[in-house]
C-alpha cells in the first residue's frame, strides 16, 4: 500500500521488472502447471529473492527489435549446430586437432548487458572460448580450435564482430548500432 | 498405430541417437584433445548441442506439457551456464600455465596487450603462483616470448 511512498524503492523494483518476471516465469516453469496459486507464490518467492539478494541493477539494452533478433537467434542456432558437429568430427577423426590460437578482438560496444550476451554467444558458437576480457579497453581474448594459418586466425577475428554487430542490432540502443557503422575495424587491438 | 505416430517416433529416436551420440564425442574430446583450453570447447559445443537434441527428442516423444517446460528449462540453464564455467576453468588455466604453447599457433593474449615482454614478475596474475625455481623461470619465459616474436630470441637475452 506505502509503495508510492517510498520513490527510490518503486525505482529499484522498475528497474528489476525484467529479473522478477523471468524468476516468476521460471517458478511457474517449474511446477509445470499453470495456476493462480503458483503465479502469486511465484510473485511473493520472486520478491523475496530480489530483496534478500539484492544485484546490482542491469542497464541499458532494455530494448529488443523483432527482427534482428529473430536473425541473431536463427544465426545462433544455425551456428550452434554447425560448432557443435564441426567440434564432434574433431574428436573423433582419426587425425585429431591441429594447432589452436588465443586471439584478442577489439569489441566496440561499451555496455556491460550486451559484452555478456556477446561472451556467452560466443563460447557457445563459432568455435572459439573467452578466456579473458578488458572490460576497460574492450577487448575480448578468445582461444580459436583448429587453426592452420594466419588466414583462419582473420577469418576467425570476422566472425566474433559478426557475432557482436548481430548482438548489437538485436538488444542495442541506438547510439550502440551507430557506433557500429564508422568503426570498419579489423577487430585487430591497437598497440 | 498411424503413420504419423510412427513418423513422430522416428525422429524423436532419430534426435535422442544424434544427442548420445553427440555427448559420446564431447567425453572422446576430453580424452584426445592436448590441453585443457581445447578440452574446454570439447565439453561446452557438442554437450550443449547433444543435451539440446536430447531435450527435443524427449519433448516430441513425452505426453503431457508440464514435461515440456522442465526440458525447455533444462535446455535453457544448459546454455547459460555451460560458457559460464567453460570459461571459469579456462580461464583459470591459462593464468596457471596449462596451456601446450607448442600447439598454439599465435598467442596475443601474451605478446600483444601491454607491452610484450617476459610475464613472470607481472603482479597482475593473482592466480599465478610464484616460480619455485626464480632464474630458470625467467630465462624460459624470455625464451618463449622471443620464440613468439618469430625468432627474436636475442632481443630477450639482453
Request: aromatic content about 4%; some cysteine.
Amino acid at each position: 500500500m506505502s509503495a508510492e511512498s517510498a520513490a527510490p524503492a518503486a525505482h529499484r523494483l522498475r528497474h528489476q521488472l525484467p529479473l522478477l518476471v523471468w524468476l516468476v516465469l521460471v517458478w511457474n516453469l517449474l511446477w509445470g502447471t499453470w495456476s493462480w496459486a503458483n503465479l502469486l507464490s511465484g510473485v511473493a518467492i520472486a520478491l523475496g529473492v530480489t530483496l534478500l539478494l539484492p544485484l546490482p541493477p542491469v542497464t541499458g539494452g532494455s530494448r529488443l527489435r523483432p527482427l534482428p533478433t529473430l536473425s541473431f537467434l536463427g544465426w545462433f542456432v544455425l551456428d550452434l549446430i554447425g560448432s557443435g558437429a564441426l567440434v564432434a568430427w574433431q574428436t573423433v577423426r582419426p587425425s585429431g586437432i591441429d594447432r589452436s590460437a588465443v586471439i584478442t578482438v577489439q569489441l566496440r560496444t561499451d555496455s556491460d548487458l550486451l559484452l555478456t550476451i556477446v561472451a556467452e554467444s560466443l563460447s557457445l558458437v563459432p568455435g572459439s572460448m573467452v578466456i579473458d576480457m578488458d572490460r576497460e579497453r574492450r577487448t575480448i581474448s578468445l582461444h580459436v580450435l583448429h587453426v592452420r594459418d594466419s588466414g583462419d586466425v582473420e577469418r576467425q577475428r570476422a566472425s566474433v564482430l559478426k557475432q557482436e554487430e548481430r548482438v548489437v542490432r538485436a538488444f542495442g540502443s541506438p547510439e550502440e548500432v551507430a557506433a557500429l557503422a564508422p568503426a570498419r575495424s579489423t577487430g585487430r587491438v591497437a598497440t | 498405430m498411424s503413420v504419423l505416430e510412427v513418423a513422430r517416433d522416428v525422429l524423436a529416436v532419430a534426435l535422442l541417437l544424434a544427442g548420445t551420440f553427440l555427448c559420446l564425442t564431447a567425453g572422446l574430446g576430453l580424452l584426445r584433445f592436448p590441453d585443457v583450453l581445447a578440452r574446454m570447447h570439447a565439453g561446452t559445443k557438442p554437450q550443449v548441442l547433444g543435451v539440446l537434441l536430447v531435450m527435443v527428442g524427449a519433448a516430441i516423444r513425452l505426453q503431457g506439457w508440464s514435461a515440456t517446460w522442465m526440458l525447455l528449462l533444462v535446455a535453457v540453464f544448459q546454455m547459460l551456464t555451460a560458457p559460464v564455467s567453460a570459461h571459469m576453468v579456462s580461464r583459470v588455466a591459462y593464468r596457471r600455465r596449462h596451456v601446450r604453447r607448442d600447439r598454439l599457433l599465435v598467442d596475443e593474449l601474451r605478446t600483444g596487450g601491454g607491452g610484450a615482454g617476459d610475464r613472470v614478475y607481472k603482479g597482475d596474475e593473482p592466480a599465478d603462483a610464484p616460480p619455485e625455481e626464480p632464474a630458470t623461470a625467467l630465462a624460459e619465459s624470455r625464451e618463449e616470448d622471443g620464440r613468439a616474436e618469430n625468432g627474436r630470441a636475442e632481443d630477450g637475452v639482453r
